[in-house]
């Protein structure tokens, strides 16, 4: 009998699969808004709407929005309407703006309208109130310009004379896959209820343009910049600063409204020649007053949360690591002015990845790595033990509190099933919501593999194996090492997809070796400064272990990896000739050369010494390698720069190349793709070339070029 089909037998199937990406919260529990993504017509991107599903998991899912720029990022007012960034066309803006702006969908029903026209749009929403219609916006101004006015008309002076030329005077230059600056990122605070939507505003407004229009024309020339800035609409709540001449203190700021939406609190960036420390400070939301409240050198505060009735807040607090070793995220409360800080959950050896406190403020719900999965816990207040609130093998979330019960909705995913809602009750018991994104059918199986270091540390993983493996007939197999590295294989990612791999017949090796997270600041210390020590034996040790099976073929492996997973796999590379075929994304080679290079050199010069730096640089031992490379590397990868892809190759041809200048390695090249591979087309691309490189040095099946390479 055939193996019932499976989205991932085919890769058109597969990258058309809608997506969920993020939910919301209704103020009153009874509704999660998911944003959803799903394929273009041409397949070259997806496109992203928002859905409504009950909370409770009854019902139907219903569209709620739908236009060709796609809808992101939603948020609840305190009245229940819908805010959402969109670049999709505003009747009454600019014919040619493609900026995304703040859209609001009323809850009492009807059309949804913009809320901001700023020239350089909306960045996103940084934090909305429970009891006030007050919004805080992150949205950028170019750093000449000191009025909304002024901002449009600069903007619109660089866009007729075609400048895109950058002047700095800090550091960095450019974060992951885009360049920073010229304009600089701004919290800007915004009354979405002083929005004018009346015939009798929108009239006025227009006779507002036209008196500035007609000034405009008799300034002469010499006045260009002042005729081009035409005012802000009245029609629209106008935004306030809160934080005027940023510089690059806002970039990836977090931040937390009190329910009156009186106080912002923020962690902000305080530079430190190439790098910066992380701080907390307050706003007032009506005079923009700033108030210091948690700043130290070599210390960073993080992600805080404002307590349900405004009194207290939550943040992390960690000490930057060095050489010597990591250290711990450790959570703090305080009260909303700063005063009385405390750590609690000392104990806690696991790092939150996100805070919200619980409904009563007595507690704070957490997300963190946990032994291969992201589980939900509670940190009491009083000093009592955390208590671990989901038991499967699930990692959970954008987990958001029913303020009305103290039950938690959010997403969670595993390896075998994508990101889906699901509701969990006080004794945790989760219930799945239903979603316009249903689950596809997994091929194969999962299950946990481990095994003991020769330091005695347990080193566990999954092992997914696809239909049909066993004794008689076992599988190839692949050992995927994750990036980070401080990371761990628990989560679904829709960039690396194993299932497309079991579909194929390989078994595949998803191992947290020592640097991953969910095992404790001990196992993460076991790597550290030395990447290529115990990181490395720990994945040989777990292949090993997975290579005893009867139904894994150990003469037929292949290893993979991305990021500093492509690190360990060029490591593995020089190491050993035990694998038939390597593949190396995005990965890091010299790291002399890396660490200078990339978006965040200060980071990775600080946790190394001068000397690791060199020991466990994997360029050193290219003339070792004796197991074919495919190597892959974008060029707007600023993250691991595609210098570290091209000396690789470089270096590759010049000790292993023939006569003719032919190696056994290969090199896939995208110019217009990130540290990941993102574009729907690219990707296809990326697994055909993949996988046609595993058959031919794996499964001894003659090469194949895909058809859109040439």
Known sequence: MATPSTP????????????????????????????VAVLTKDATGYERALWAVRADGSGSPRRLTRSAKGEAGAAFTAGGDILFVSARPDTEGEADDESGQLWLLPAAGGEARAVTRLAGGVDGIAATAAAADRVVLAASLLSAADTLEADAAL????KEKKVSAILHDTYPVRFWDHDLGPDQPHLFALDVDALEDTIAAAVAEEAAESASEGEGASEGAGEAAKSDAKPYPSTLPRPRDLTPAPGRSFDHAEAALTPDASVL???????????????IVSIDTATGARTPLFDEVDVDFEMPVVSHDGTRIAYLRTAKSTPVGPTDYEVWVAGIDGSQPRRIAAEWDRWASSLAFDVDDDALIATADDNGRGPVFRLPLDGGAPVRLTDD???YTHVAVDRTNGDLVALRSSWVVPSHPVRIARDGSVTPLVTPAAAPAAPGTITEVETTAEDGARVRGWLLLPEGASAQAPAPLLLWIHGGPLNSWNAWSWRWAPLLAVARGY????????????????????????????????????????????????????????SFGGYMANWVAGHTDRFRAIVT??????????????????????IFTPEAMVEHSPHRFVRDIRTPLLVVHGDKDYRVPVGEGLRLWSELAEHHADADGRTPHRFLYFPDENHWVLKPQHAIVWYETVFAFLAEHVLGEEPVRPELLG
């Open 8 to 35: 991932f037998d085919s890769l058109i199937d597969y990258i058309a699969l809608p997506r969920v990406e993020a939910l919301a919260l209704s103020p009153d529990g009874t509704t999660a808004v998911l944003t």
């Open 585 to 606: 994304h995005a990965s890091l080679w010299a790291l002399d050369q890396f660490a200078g290079t990339t978006d965040s050199s200060e980071y990775w010069q600080r």
């Open 507 to 562: 078994a595949v090796l998803l191992p947290d070796p020592a640097l991953s997270t969910g095992y404790g600041l001990d196992f993460i210390a076991r790597g550290w400064n030395s990447w290529g020590a115990k990181p490395y034996t720990d994945l040989l040790a777990i292949t090993d272990a997975a290579e005893a099976r009867d139904d894994i073929d150990a003469t037929r492996t292949a290893a993979m990896g991305g």
């Open 265 to 279: 609190v923020v962690s902000l960036e305080q530079r430190e020649q190439r790098g910066g420390r992380r701080a």
């Open 393 to 395: 093998d699930f990692t």
């Open 155 to 158: 903007r619109a002076k660089r």
